[in-house]
C-alpha cells in the first residue's frame, strides 16, 4: 500500500491548511500523521482509527487541528487552522494495521513522502 500525501504550502500565522493523504490499498485501521521540523526529531501529530470515531492529537495543536477519515476515498484528511510559526515542518502520513500506542512511529508499516508546512510570523 502506497500513501500519497498533498496539501502543504506556505501561510501566515493564524492560516489555514488542509492535508490529504490517500491510499492505494485498505487492510489499515489506524492512520496517523508525524512531523519533523529542522534540526529537529520526528513527532507524532495525531490519528484516527477507521471509520474515524476515535481520534488522538499531541497537545500542542489539540483544538487547531482535526483529523478525519473518508473511507469512500480511502482519504485521511489532517485540517490546521490557526497555525502557529512553530508548526513548521515536513508533515508525513503513515498507516497501521492495529496500532497500540498511536504516537509511536514503530507501530506504523507505511509511510507517504513528506508535504512542507511553512508558518510565517
Known amino acids: 500500500v502506497q500513501l500519497q500525501a498533498s496539501g502543504g504550502g506556505a501561510v501566515q500565522t493564524g492560516g489555514s491548511l488542509r492535508l490529504s493523504c490517500t491510499a492505494s490499498?485498505?487492510?489499515?485501521?489506524?492512520r496517523g500523521w508525524f512531523r519533523q521540523a529542522p534540526g529537529k526529531g520526528r513527532e507524532w501529530v495525531a490519528a484516527i482509527r477507521w471509520p474515524g470515531t476515535n481520534t488522538y492529537y499531541r497537545d500542542s495543536v489539540k483544538g487547531r487541528f482535526t483529523i478525519s477519515w473518508d473511507d469512500a476515498t480511502n482519504t485521511v484528511y489532517l485540517q490546521m487552522n490557526s497555525l502557529k510559526p512553530e508548526d513548521t515542518a515536513v508533515y508525513y502520513c503513515?498507516?497501521?494495521?492495529?496500532?497500540?500506542?498511536?504516537?509511536?512511529?514503530?507501530?506504523?508499516?507505511?509511510w507517504g513522502q513528506g508535504t512542507l508546512v511553512t508558518v510565517s510570523s
Open positions: 490499498g485498505r487492510g489499515h485501521n489506524v
Open positions: 503513515a498507516a497501521s494495521s492495529g496500532a497500540i500506542v498511536v504516537a509511536l512511529p514503530n507501530e506504523y508499516t507505511n
